[in-house]
Structure formats: structure tokens, C-alpha cells
């Protein structure tokens, strides 16, 4: 039996369903392979995407997943962590819009069973402390703290808004929500959120893992993340979006280096199984 949240159980044998198991096919058929010029793909979990783009993403890429809100951005983080479980690949998760309680409730909601992963070591879930004195470190220290194949981190924006101190004669930067003492300086807003993002990129960079992070783009924007940076530094976009003209979703793959793909906005589906392309 498992347990699904909100009170209900269900047979194991009733969670592989059809369309769930068109998610545990995007899995089975794509574990990380090389592909025809060598270079190593990671398996996205989303049925019907790595064929569009090599076999997966590059590994040991940064992947922006961008979109305005509700467009599904937390759900495709979901996969790409259930596809590197169902791999034995170790994976963190770094959620900055809810609580670790919260996202295993709507992780089961959807199907994805994270618990026994993180009782096993395979997945490790932090919420990240915006109040914290010194968020590049603690970071850092998360990121460092194993030997992760994926990263994810959910979401990129409330971490680059933070205000940034000059301190110590203008010798160290740091990051935190409040002013420190009176001989800080703060830099502005946007020297602060490339610094942010320079340091989160090389943090990444230096542990090898293929990473996700997402960014919540305003209604009617055409930047490809709120901060309007993020899209230099990061190798490869996914952009999630709506038709609601039509009543569709929409995913393009904007951007992915290495990669030949196309640009043409596709179709879309989220069930209570999670995202799948027509
Ligand atoms: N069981 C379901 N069946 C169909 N659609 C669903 C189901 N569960 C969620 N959704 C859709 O998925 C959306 C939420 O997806 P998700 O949380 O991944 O979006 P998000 O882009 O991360 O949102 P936010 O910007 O708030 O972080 C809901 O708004 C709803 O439209
Ligand atoms: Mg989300």
C-alpha cells in the first residue's frame, strides 16, 4: 500500500496506471547514454522531451527552467529527480518556495513517492533559510555535502533578490535579507543579482552534477527569467507557457548547448501522473 497524502492509500499495483507508466517508459528507455558526437546526455523523465534533444540534457549542465506561475516548472523538477532515483543517481533538492513537508505532500499528490528515497540517503531535500547571514556558503555547503548526480533548485529567484553587502572596506560581498551594521554598503540591485548568480553557477559548476533551476517569469514578460541574467549564464532553457486562448500548455526548448533542437513551441499535458509532451 501506498500512502498518498490527504488520508487515501493506494495498491502499488494501481499507481502504475497507463499514463504513469509512460513516465516509468521516458525513464527506462533514456538512463544516461552518450550520444552520436560522445558527449553524455541525462535522462530529462519527461516522456516524449529527450528525443527532441540528443537523448537528454547535456550532463553536467545548468538547465533554466522558466515559466509564469503554475506553468508546471515544479513538476518537470519532480521528474528529472524521479527519473535520477529510478537510476540510483544521488540527487538534492533545494526548495526555497516550501517547506520539505510541504513538496513530499505535493510530490505524492502527483504520484512521485520521495520518502523512502530520502530515508535511503538516495535524495537529500532543503529548504533554504532566506534569513540565513550568509547564503552562498550555506549553499555551498549543501551542495558540497554529497556526491550528487542532479541538483535542483526551486526556485533561483527569491535566492538572486537578496540584497548584497559590501563589508570589511568593501574586501568581501555577502548576501542576507537584512542590513548588517551601519559600515555595510549595499550594492545595487543589479550588480547584486549578477554576483548572486555568478557565485551560485560557479558553486554548481565545480561539482559536475546536471542541474535544474527554475524562475518565475511576470504574466506577458518576454525576459526568459525574472532577473533577466540568468538566461546568459545557464546552459540550456526550457520555457513553460500557456495558450489560454486555446486552453494549452506549451514547452519549447529555447536554448540547450551541444544540442540540435528545435524552437517550435509543443503541446503539453499535466495529469495527476505530471508532465507529458503530445
Ligand atoms: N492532478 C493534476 N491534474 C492536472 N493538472 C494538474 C494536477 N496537479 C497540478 N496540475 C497543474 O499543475 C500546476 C502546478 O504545477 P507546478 O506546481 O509544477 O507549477 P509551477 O510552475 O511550479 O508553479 P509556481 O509558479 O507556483 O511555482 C497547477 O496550477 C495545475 O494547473
Ligand atoms: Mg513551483
Redesign the pocket.
Known sequence: MVNIGMGFKLDAKETTEPENSTRDTAIKNNETKNDYTGMNRVNSGIHGLDELMNGGFPKGNIVLIS?T????????CFQFIEAGLKNGENCLYITS?QPVKNLLS?AN??QFHFQPEVDKGKLNIVYLDLDKQNLHKDIEEIVKSGNYDRIVMD?LSPVTELPMWMVNNGKEVIPSSNSMTTTTIPLDSIQATRLHLRHLVKIIKEENSTTMV?T?IPEGSRDLSRDSISEFLVDGILV?GLDTTMGRRKLTIRKMRGTKHSLKPMDVE???HGIRLH
Not at 69 to 76: E, N, Q
Request: glycine residues 16%; charged residues 25%.
Open positions: 515559466g506561475p503554475g506553468t508546471g516548472k515544479t513538476i518537470v518556495d505535493e499528490q502527483l526556485s527554475t518565475e513553460l499535466i495529469t495527476e
